[in-house]
């Protein structure tokens, strides 16, 4: 035996040490040590019951699955992470609440089963994950979204929609916000990719609330809830990846 | 001053070092970084790069290289291709354009690609998002982009501009040129001028009103704007800017406001005059006995001031047009040389068969002979006047009655010449023009305007002239008017042109084959079969000592959609896709030999 293939065995030795390093995945998810490498590298992790993922156990309409997250009792939340392990795209949204509470409603679309993972960074770095596993018999990303057969983005595309109402606890208000966009994932033959990457709320006096950026996988039409601190009207505006740009604003 | 400085405190030996880097600098700055307005104005003389849409702001499509020339082009090969991928294939009708290291070339369906230069590998893309409900007439093509400080510029199909950054290829502003729903659409190459954006409209079939609009490049934001239709109100600045001639001075009633002209094909530019001119399409409809007068500025070479956006002078090909003739031709700046005297001039092979050559500084006819072996349209153009001497070949009025009488005519609708650019060489002194010999039988019907619906008011089918042959690649003396050579095509043209100072000639067949030809003789030097139709518009540049030669191949255009006979003869050609690049073969061991 040379050598060569010593030093080799010895690199696996070592690689799989450091992968070892990362805390086993109360998921058991195949793609965990891809997404951990992807998303996670150098930094530090850990699974946290404070940080939740509400969503049906099973899809009933692969392109539109309502998702719920939440990261209440975690102080300090300086952004939210949304990936679903299996889609051919993974990331989802990225969220940075400011000032607002650290919970988004959203629906996306899903390839096939995966976990649904949300992992919430706090100020001193550490990335909270929680996360459930979604059955689904798939297809949602690369089907041509809705919006290639209806044509209402033709003529409406990047319409807000909003409402506003006090929160049950009175210690603020919530927003849902619904915008027409074909979110295309670029996936389907001959479609190319065209989605709304950014949304900032601010309020009335321009200090933003919280920032959103959104990929691929979110459904079309997008419908989004925040919950926000404080009261009155809130400004949206946002644009898609071609440069299409919308703003409007949410009175209560 | 600092040089000075720095060259008297050091040995003799390092200045010819310092001069050396010195120059070195300036000839990288010379091709990187932003482009400037300087740099767009000179592009022509500066081989290293390609920045603009016809070689040129003038548009000649001449290039100085010499390394492929009439002698070594038998050993031109291919150095890369490119395929555009996807099922989207169609026309590809576009110009790369070369800056920094990279290619941008733009294809059908309204997509842009980035590749690098040396080795072709794709670097970004953009596909635009298309609306089902577009409606370009004539294919959906895109004829290139422009470049200005770090963006590349291009329209697409529903009727926008799109300004990308060139290293990431992230959009960096959008903005609407009008509602595709009313048939607007653009497929044009832009061309800047002093830091603006020019551009046209097309939708010509669908009563739009042509116009043509300059903004800031950096921004999107609007200049000016200047309708090419008698009676519309022109903006500077946001604020009112005088109509464009006198309303219903050569246009009856309210047929104006859906009078077409439109600007489909772009400008080009003369530093000199500070004049953009633009062709502009036919007016609408077709039914010329819906609107008796010249129907200004159809048919037109509309030559407009860049700074204030008012029309200094215009030339009329075709008063009120019957034939589809649209004079949208590109017109081009050269100096003509004739009896001892050097005039400032511009020619333009228009759509109706006549080679003009016009003063640029004032619009004034200087000479108007045919390009193409038949005209039943007119007899000549009368020097005095400017006007077409006719020659009683119009359809028919249909009255009230569901067809007008037939006539046959000829060119046909397709033109003498349709969109693809012509060359001028300075070198030669020849003009290198497309052509193509076909007729049509045309009638006339009743037609009312309706948003975003084809607004013709005529029926027609096109004939090829000959058996043989339908294009002709001619090489025209713009002071004798005469033909000095001609290149026989089974297929139509449809092709872009590009002459070089090494005795060349380059175009593209339907066919397949790119071709050169020496530029003297006519004579066929050079061929390659791409694999599908060559409709685009060959250019050139050079890199590390090299010359290549780059041309986007695959068939398409308005010639199989509407071309009647004709679109049977070419329906066999393959569709395709992608961006071929040729250099001289260099054997490998002369590479390794040489290092």
Same mark, same amino acid.
């Given at each position: ?252 | ?338 009896? &001892? #005297?050097?005039?400032?001039?511009? @020619?333009?092979?228009?759509?109706? !068969?006549? %080679? +003009? =050559?016009?003063?640029? $500084?004032? /619009? ?51 033109? &003498? #010449?349709?969109?693809?650019?012509? @060359?001028?060489?300075?070198?030669? !002194?020849? %003009? +290198? =023009?497309?052509?193509? $010999?076909? /007729? ?156």
């Amino acid at each position: 035996m040379s050598t060569l293939p010593l030093i080799v065995m010895l690199c696996l030795v070592a690689a799989s040490a450091s992968a070892a390093e990362l805390p086993a995945d109360p998921l058991n998810s195949p793609a965990w040590s891809t997404i951990a490498g992807r998303y996670f590298k150098g930094q530090t992790v850990a699974f946290d019951a404070r940080v939740k993922v509400t969503a049906p156990s099973s899809a009933e309409d692969p392109l539109d699955v309502p998702v719920q997250i939440s990261a209440e009792g975690l102080p300090d939340v300086q952004e939210m992470l949304v990936v679903a392990d299996l889609n051919p795209i993974q990331k989802i949204l990225s969220y940075e609440p400011l000032r607002a509470a650290p919970s988004l409603a959203f629906r996306f679309k899903v390839e096939q089963s995966t976990p649904i993972r949300v992992a919430a960074r706090t100020r001193d770095g550490v990335w909270h994950l929680g996360g459930v596993w979604l059955s689904a018999a798939g297809g949602g990303c690369t089907t041509p979204s809705y919006g290639s057969a209806d044509p209402v983005w033709q003529t409406r595309l990047n319409e807000v929609r909003g409402r506003l109402w006090p929160a049950d606890d009175h210690t603020g208000q919530r927003l849902r916000l619904r915008v027409i966009h074909p979110m295309d994932t670029g996936l389907a033959n001959g479609i190319p990719a065209f989605y709304i990457d950014r949304i900032v709320l601010s309020d009335a006096k321009g200090v933003t609330l919280a920032r959103l950026n959104t990929f691929e996988p979110v459904s079309e039409n997008p419908v989004l809830s925040f919950d926000l601190r404080g009261s009155g009207a809130v400004q949206v505006s946002g644009g898609d990846i071609q440069g299409n740009t919308f703003s409007a604003e949410i009175s209560p | 001053m600092s040089s000075n400085a720095v060259a008297s405190n050091v040995a003799g030996g390092s200045i010819k070092a310092l001069a050396g880097l010195a120059l070195a600098a300036s000839i990288s700055s010379a091709f990187a970084g932003p482009v400037t307005d300087a740099m767009i104005l000179n592009d022509q003389n500066t081989p290293n790069d390609v920045l603009t849409v016809g070689m040129g702001t003038t548009g000649q499509r001449f290039s100085s290289s010499t390394q492929i020339n009439s002698d070594t082009v038998v050993d031109l090969v291919p150095a890369w291709s490119f395929s555009f991928g996807g099922e989207k294939q169609r026309g590809q009708e576009t110009q790369a354009l070369v800056h920094d290291g990279k290619i941008f070339i733009t294809g059908s369906y309204s997509r842009l690609w980035a590749l690098d230069q040396k080795t072709g590998s794709k670097l970004w893309s953009y596909e635009h998002r298309l609306p089902e409900g577009i409606v370009p007439c004539c294919d959906v093509v895109n004829r290139g982009a422009a470049l200005y400080d770090n963006l590349v510029i291009f329209g697409t199909l529903d009727a926008k501009l799109v300004a990308l950054n060139a290293d990431t290829g992230k959009v960096v502003w959008t903005e609407t040129i009008d509602d595709f729903k009313g048939g607007y659409s653009y497929t044009a190459a832009p061309l800047i001028v002093k830091g603006k954006l020019i551009t046209g409209v097309s939708g010509g079939e669908f009563g739009v009103v042509g116009r043509i609009e300059a903004r800031d490049a950096k921004t999107g934001k609007m200049v000016w704007s200047r309708p090419t239709v008698e009676g519309h109100m022109g903006y500077l600045n946001g604020k009112e800017n005088g109509i464009s001639g006198k309303t219903n001075a050569t246009w009856p009633g309210d047929l104006w406001k859906t009078g077409g002209a439109a600007t489909w094909l772009g400008c080009t530019y003369g530093a000199d005059t500070n004049l953009i001119y633009c062709g502009t399409g036919n007016p609408a409809p077709w039914n010329a006995f819906t609107r008796p007068g010249d129907n200004l500025y159809s048919t037109s070479t509309v030559a407009i001031n860049a700074d204030n956006g008012k029309i200094e002078w215009s030339y009329q090909g075709t008063p009120n047009d019957h034939w589809d003739f649209d004079g949208v031709n590109e017109f081009i700046a050269f100096d003509l040389k004739k009896d &001892g #005297k050097t005039v400032k001039a511009g @020619a333009k092979a228009d759509r109706n !068969g006549f %080679f +003009y =050559v016009l003063n640029r $500084e004032n /619009g004034k006819l200087l000479a108007a002979s045919p390009f193409v072996t038949k005209q039943t349209w007119a007899s000549g153009v009368d020097l005095k006047t400017g006007r077409p001497v006719e020659s009683n070949n119009r359809p028919g009025d249909p009255q009230k009655a569901e067809k007008g009488s037939s006539v046959f005519a000829a060119p046909s609708f397709l033109g &003498g #010449k349709n969109w693809m650019p012509m @060359a001028y060489s300075g070198q030669t !002194g020849l %003009f +290198y =023009v497309p052509a193509n $010999e076909w /007729g049509m039988d045309i009638w006339n019907e009743p037609i009312t305007y309706k948003k975003g619906a084809a607004y013709l008011g005529a029926g027609f089918t096109i004939k090829p002239l000959y058996d043989d042959y339908i294009g002709a690649l001619r090489a025209v003396d713009p002071a004798t008017g005469k033909i000095v050579w001609e290149y026989k095509n089974p297929a139509p043209l449809w092709g872009g042109v590009m002459t070089t100072a090494g005795n060349l000639v380059f175009t593209g067949t339907p066919e397949g084959f790119l071709k050169a030809f020496d530029a003297k003789t006519g004579k066929e030097l050079w061929k390659f079969q791409t694999g599908s139709g060559v409709v685009g518009q060959p250019t050139t540049w050079e890199q590390d000592g090299e010359q290549y030669v780059g041309v986007a191949s695959g068939w398409g255009g308005a010639v199989p959609l509407w071309g009647g006979e004709v679109a049977k003869k070419v329906k066999d050609i393959s569709q395709g896709g992608s961006f071929w690049v040729f250099k001289l073969h260099k054997s490998g061991k002369a590479t390794v030999a040489q290092q």
